[in-house]
């Protein structure tokens, strides 16, 4: 699935996530991790990775492994720069507590099995064991 980086496109996202999980019948005590983390991720590209460009496109597409145990894969790559994601602020530290923002890819990392950051820090990929 490829969408605009507009906020209102975010929306497109859950209706992705619940047609996967239907099509291939993942139980309902991983929807919500992946909803939250797969929308968090995406909404992360639009903002920070793609600066609300509405010419640039979020790239969004899964797989799953033939092999047990089974995992489902989710890649999100957007257009933008990239960031430092080996440096980021601890978002529970106590000097963080208090910020608005920062707790994105903290919130990823606890509800996904597995995050990898790759290139630029451009693409990440949310695992979920199934």
Not at 22 to 50: Q, R
């Amino acid at each position: 699935m490829i969408i605009y980086s507009k906020p209102e496109s975010i929306v497109k996202v859950e209706k992705f996530v619940e047609t996967l999980c239907s099509e291939h019948n993942i139980d309902d005590s991983v929807f919500g991790n992946m909803l939250v983390s797969i929308t968090e991720a995406v909404n992360n590209a639009i903002i920070h990775g793609n600066k609300r460009n509405p010419e640039k496109k979020v790239n969004i597409n899964y797989s799953i492994s033939d092999t047990a145990p089974k995992f489902l894969s989710v890649n999100i790559i957007d257009e933008g720069d990239g960031f430092d994601f080996l440096n980021l602020p601890d978002p529970t530290a106590p000097e963080n507590l208090e910020m608005i923002g920062g707790r994105g890819v903290f919130l990823i990392k606890q509800l996904a099995d597995f995050v990898i950051f790759s290139d630029k820090g451009n693409a990440v990929e949310l695992q979920f064991k199934l």
